[in-house]
């Protein structure tokens, strides 16, 4: 059998659910059917949806976005302060495993909040968090990083001036999806060696389907990509095992 793939970014776009737009920009649908068809050939067989920007705080795209793809996928949402823990807990129930703060575009609580956020949501259901951050904030914002239990950071941090910062944090046990190809301004190849080496569990692929907003968009040329990069164990993890860890999967062979 080829080997299975986990997504750990996509996004499911529903038309059943309000969308709010995010600096007048409101993305096409992008249904779970759109999303099945597009990764099953490429062995994609589990992963995470994350809440965009224009989800704002809406769970019931994600809850039904779910229920449709079943236990190997996970939610990544976006909350407000306010929310009780029952409301925490039910969303936790239903899949969800991680909290997102879009620090680039908005749409999610604000980085005031991530340190208090981040501890709450890990106490009470084991919830990391995910950053999507451009990676030249990373220098302010490292010694709150660094104090939070469990955190990733999307799309390789995205610039080049960052990648310094972004590696510091590997090596301190932070988590970077290897997504979002077409968004970055440097060499992929040599960031996924550099971050790889610096922590061989940090890397965890994603296809960032549908690709909103990308400069270039995910193509499937970007999995052997990593495959020609990376060695054979690494690829596994990048691929595989890394991310269905961190989202606290059950470890399981493909069959």
């Given at each position: 059998?080829?080997q299975?793939?986990?997504?750990a970014?996509c ?10 737009p ?6 096409e649908?992008f249904?779970t ?7 099953t050939p490429l062995?994609?067989c589990?992963g995470?949806v ?9 769970q019931?795209y994600?809850l039904?976005a779910?229920?449709?793809l079943?236990?190997g996928y ?5 909350v407000?302060v306010?929310i009780?823990?029952?409301?925490l807990?039910?969303l ?7 909290l997102r ?5 908005g ?8 340190e208090a ?5 890990f106490?009470?259901?084991g919830?990391?968090v995910e950053l999507?951050?451009?990676s030249?904030?990373?220098?302010e914002l ?8 469990a955190?990733?950071i999307?799309?390789?941090g995205l610039?080049r001036?960052?990648?310094p910062?972004?590696?510091q944090?590997?090596e ?6 290897a997504?979002?190809f077409?968004?970055?301004d440097f060499d ?9 080496a ?7 692929f994603?296809s960032?389907?549908p690709s909103t ?5 995910f193509?499937p040329?970007?999995i052997?990509?990593i495959r020609?990069?990376?060695g054979?164990a690494?690829v596994?993890r990048?691929?595989?095992g890394?991310?269905?860890?961190f989202y ?8």
């Amino acid at each position: 059998m080829p080997q299975p793939i986990f997504d750990a970014h996509c996004h499911i776009i529903d038309p059943r659910f309000a969308l709010v737009p995010n600096n007048g920009y409101l993305p096409e649908a992008f249904t779970t059917e759109d999303y099945l068809a597009a990764v099953t050939p490429l062995g994609i067989c589990g992963g995470a949806v994350v809440s965009g920007s224009f989800q704002a705080f809406d769970q019931g795209y994600l809850l039904a976005a779910l229920k449709q793809l079943g236990p190997g996928y996970v939610g990544v949402t976006q909350v407000p302060v306010g929310i009780s823990d029952a409301e925490l807990l039910a969303l936790d129930a239903a899949g969800v495993r991680a909290l997102r703060f879009n620090l680039k575009r908005g749409g999610s609580a604000q980085a005031d909040q991530l340190e208090a956020m981040a501890l709450r949501v890990f106490e009470l259901a084991g919830w990391h968090v995910e950053l999507y951050v451009d990676s030249r904030e990373l220098g302010e914002l490292t010694p709150l990083l660094r104090r939070l239990p469990a955190v990733s950071i999307d799309h390789l941090g995205l610039r080049r001036d960052g990648l310094p910062a972004l590696l510091q944090l590997a090596e301190a046990g932070v988590r970077i999806k290897a997504c979002g190809f077409g968004r970055v301004d440097f060499d992929v190849v040599k960031a996924l060696r550099d971050i790889d080496a610096a922590n061989p569990h940090a890397l965890m692929f994603g296809s960032d389907l549908p690709s909103t907003r990308a400069p270039r968009p995910f193509d499937p040329a970007d999995i052997q990509l990593i495959r020609h990069t990376l060695g054979s164990a690494s690829v596994e993890r990048v691929l595989w095992g890394n991310a269905r860890a961190f989202y606290r999967l059950q470890p399981q062979a493909h069959s």
